[in-house]
C-alpha cells in the first residue's frame, strides 16, 4: 500500500509538471510565441556526413549512441510582421558545445566546436537576446553543436517571442535546473560537514563516535559532490573521467545512506544487513566499471542494468525497512523509511524517464528529494538533543537534591567543627595561661619562697621578687587583650607596667619608638612572645645590671622588618659564659617566632636586639 502510494505520489508530480508544460505552451500560443521543432540536421559522425530533416528534441546519445561528432541545424520561420521590440531565443538544452547564427549574424558561441571532450554546456538552458534589427519576415536560425558520447549532447525544442514573455519562461526553468541545483548542493555541503562535526565531537550512549553521523555527514558531501557536474561546466578532470565522478559518488551516496538506515533501525550486528551492506559494494564498484564502459566505450546498456540491479536491491530494502517501521518502531526509523522510499521512487521514476523513456528536456528530481534525508537527520539531532536535556535536567535535579543533603551535611560538620575549634582554643589558651603562670608568676613566687625560707633574704630583695611576679601576672593578664600587630601600643603598655619599677631602681628610661601601623603579619603569637621578650631584657636589666640608663627603641628598616633595642648602660656580662634562665627564655620565643635575636654585653653597655622580618618583604 505504501509503495503504491509513493508511486502515485512521484507520477502524480510529474503529471502536474506535464500540465504545466502544456499550460506554458497554450498560454505562450495565445500570447504569440513561436515553438520551432522542424530542422534540416547535417550530421557529421566519424568523417561521415548525412542530411535529414529531424523533429526536435534530438538526443544525440539515443540516435547516435556511443559516437562522438557535431551537427547543423537549419531552422526556417516566417514572421507576420518585422517585429519593434527585442526577441529572445530560449533553449532548454543545448551543447554540449554549440554555436548560435541567425541569418548569418552569429549570436552566441560557447565552448570549442573543433575539440571534443572539452566544456559541457548542455546541463543548463540558454536564453539568448535578438535584437529587432536582426529579424524580418523571412529569417533562417542555423545552429551547429559538437557532442561527446554519453555527455547528454544535443538540441531540445527552441522558443522564439518577445522578449518580455520568453524571458520568465526561461528565468523559472534556469532556477528550477540550476539555481535549486546549487541551493541543494550547499545545503548538503552544509548537512555533511554539520554531521561529520558531530561525529567527531560527540558522544551517545556509551560511544565514542556515532556512527549514525559519520554515514549521514559522507552521503551529503557525496551527493554534493555528484551534483556538482551540473553546475560546472568546465570539467576538472579530463572526459571520460569526469563523467565516472557524478555516477560513482551518486552510487557511495546511496551506500552509506543505506548505512545510515541500517544504524537508525539498530539492524548494524544482524547476519542480512552484513550481507546486504557487501553486496552494495559489490554494485558501488560494479557502477563505476559500468560508468566507465559508458563513457569511454559507449556501453550505455551496461550502465543501465546496473543501475537497474541497484534500484532494485534498494527497492527490496525498502520495503523490509518499511516492513518493520509499519510495526512497533520508533518515530525517527518510521520517517526513515518513508524518506528513502520516496527518494528509491523518484530515482526509479528518473531511470525510467531518462534513460529507458529517451526523454531529452526533463530533468532528474532526484536531487530535490534527498533534502529529505537533512530533514531526517535534523530530525534525528533535536530528537537526541532533547532526550539528552532530558536527561540534564534530571540529572541536575538529582545533583541539586545531593547537593542539599551535602550542604546540610557540611553545615553540621562546619558547626561541630567549629565547637570544637573553640573548645581547642579554649584549652590552648588555658593551657598558655598555665604556662605564663607556671614558669613567669610560679617561678617567681618559688624564688622568693625560697629566699623566705633560707633565712638570709633581705626583705628588699624578696620585696622585688614579689613584684616582679606581680608584674608577670599583669603582663599575662594584658596578653588575652593584645591588639594583633599594634607593637607600638604593646609597648606602652608594657612601659605603663614597669614604669613604677624603673623609678624606684632610679633608672631613667630613654624611648625613642617609633609610631608604627599595626602590621598583619604580626598575629597573637608574635606579639604575646615578642611582649615577654621584651619583658625579660628589662627584667635583666633591673635586677642583675646595676645600671642607671635604659634605652628602648623601635624602627622599621629600608627593608621592611621591625627592629626593636633594649639598652642599658649596666655592668655588663660574657654573654657565652653567663647561663642565665632569663637568656634561654629569650632564644627559644626568639626561635618560636623565627626572630633574629642578637645579645651583645661589654662593661657600660648591654644590647638585646630583636628582628622580625616581614614575609612580604621575603
Known sequence: MAVRLCLGLVYGVRLCLLFGVLLLWAVSAQAGLVQLAGARAQVTVLGQTTVQSVTLPYHWDRLQPGQAGEAAFGLSFVLPDVPGVPFGLYIPRIGNTYEVRLNGVLLEHKGDLRHNNGANFANSPRYIVIY??????????????RTDFGREGGLSTLWLGPADEIYPIYLKMYRLRSTATFAVVVVSLLVGLMALSLWWTQTYKGS???????????AELFWAISLCDVLI??????????GLVPTVCTSVWAFFMVLFCIEVAGWRGQLVARWFIRWLCGLVMACAVASFGAFAFGFYQVLTWVYAVVGLSLAGFVA?????????????HKIVAFTILLNVMVGVSDLYVLRIGGAYEDQT?????????GVSLAFIVITRLRDVSAELRELVGSMG??????????????????????????????????????DGVGSTISTAIRQLESGRAVHAEVLKTLRSSLDHLKLSIDAMSIVRGDITA???????????????????LEWDVDQIIPLPWMDEKVMRNLQFMVYEAVSNVLQHAGATELKIELHVTSYGSVLLKVIDNGSGFEVDRVKRQGLGSLRERADLIHAQLVISSSPGQTRVEIELLSPLAG
Open 490 to 508: 604593646m609597648l606602652a603598655n608594657l612601659r605603663y607596667r614597669l614604669e613604677p619599677r624603673l623609678r624606684m631602681s632610679d633608672l631613667v
Open 233 to 242: 561546466e568546465v570539467p576538472l578532470v579530463p572526459w571520460p573521467w569526469w
Open 132 to 145: 529587432s534589427n536582426l529579424l524580418g519576415l523571412q529569417n533562417e536560425l542555423l545552429i551547429t553543436i
Open 401 to 438: 537534591k545531593l547537593l542539599l543533603i551535602k550542604e546540610g551535611e557540611l553545615a553540621q560538620n562546619y558547626q561541630q567543627r567549629e565547637q570544637l575549634a573553640r573548645s581547642h582554643e579554649r584549652v590552648a589558651v588555658r593551657t598558655r595561661i598555665l604556662r605564663d603562670m607556671h
Open 320 to 332: 523490509l525497512y518499511l516492513l518493520k517501521a509499519s510495526g512497533h518502531a520508533p518515530r525517527i
Open 208 to 218: 565514542v563516535r556515532d556512527p549514525v553521523y559519520l554515514f549521514a555527514g559522507l
Open 365 to 373: 528530481y532526484l536531487r530535490y528529494v534527498s533534502i529529505l534525508f
